[in-house]
């Protein structure tokens, strides 16, 4: 379930960064909080514009690690709160998530869709 201090997170500014392995090693890429969604059924969608190594490591290793954050939102020890999310991901770019993507973010080629594993507060 995702809770809902890393919904309220999402709704400030702040970045994101994630973490994929692939053939070459780890990458990381990082986005902004405001372009992150989350459907109904609780995945994670993240617009893709360019990130084209992450979508190779993508296909060779779905496993990702994602970090995100706001210093507006309190957190455990102050103001601040930070989220570690571990999960698998997959790039589409067609269907109801694609498609939901497009129209906010007209640049979006594809949608990165994140089914968490776990999520942890880190702050």
């Not at 930070?82 to 770019?93: D, N, Q, R, W, Y």
């Amino acid at each position: 379930m995702i809770p809902e201090k890393l919904r309220e997170v999402l709704k400030h500014d702040g970045v994101v960064a994630i973490a994929t392995l692939g053939q070459e090693g780890p990458h990381m890429v990082n986005t902004w909080n405001s372009y992150v969604r989350i459907t109904d059924a609780e995945r994670i969608l993240i617009p893709v514009g360019y990130m084209n190594r992450t979508e190779a490591n993508i296909a060779f290793n779905n496993q990702v690690l994602i970090t995100l954050g706001s210093r507006k939102v309190a957190g455990n020890m102050g103001p601040g709160t930070g989220f570690l999310i571990k999960g698998s991901a997959s790039i589409e770019t067609s269907g109801v998530d694609f498609e939901g993507t497009k129209a906010i973010f007209a640049w979006a080629r594809a949608v990165m869709a994140v089914t968490p594993n776990s999520i942890e507060q880190t702050l």
